[in-house]
């Protein structure tokens, strides 16, 4: 008697086991083909930013082109404005001819015709004054460069993106 009940629990513990090992097997392909789908779809948006990527990629070298083009003109006008003015002789309107403020006659600087413009700076300072204006000219026009794509273009998003992402 004991035997028929030990085998009677022992194919119980069989049959329940096997029941328990079909469940498992179905919850496992049901959760494989979820993760195929799942897979399926983030395969199709990974495609679908990629190529997003690539437009904006393509986008923003052309935003960098025109940047660079920009300047790179901003920069030939200021030389072209610093070599048209290399002509030009300065004066220092608050000093007065003989007063001790202008250089020496010998050093290459002299007294103006009209005594109301002042004394006339000295080659080597004017020099300096005119190549400081082109650095600051050209700092401005790094400053204006700099303003533009950051403010105006937010770091270039807005102009890969458009406006809406701003």
Known sequence: MMYVVLAALLGGLAAGALGMHKVNEAELIRMADSIK????????QLGQEMIKTQQAEAVSRDFNHELDTAHVQAVQTINAYAAGHAAFRLFDA?????????????????????????????GGLAGFLEGQAALANQAAVYAADCRRYVVESNCGISKIFGADNE
């Open 94 to 122: 608050g000093s007065r001819p003989g007063c001790g403020g202008a250089a020496p006659g010998g050093a290459g600087a002299g007294v103006s015709a009209d005594a109301a413009a002042g004394a006339e700076l000295s």
């Open 37 to 44: 789908q799942a897979n399926s779809a983030a395969e199709i």
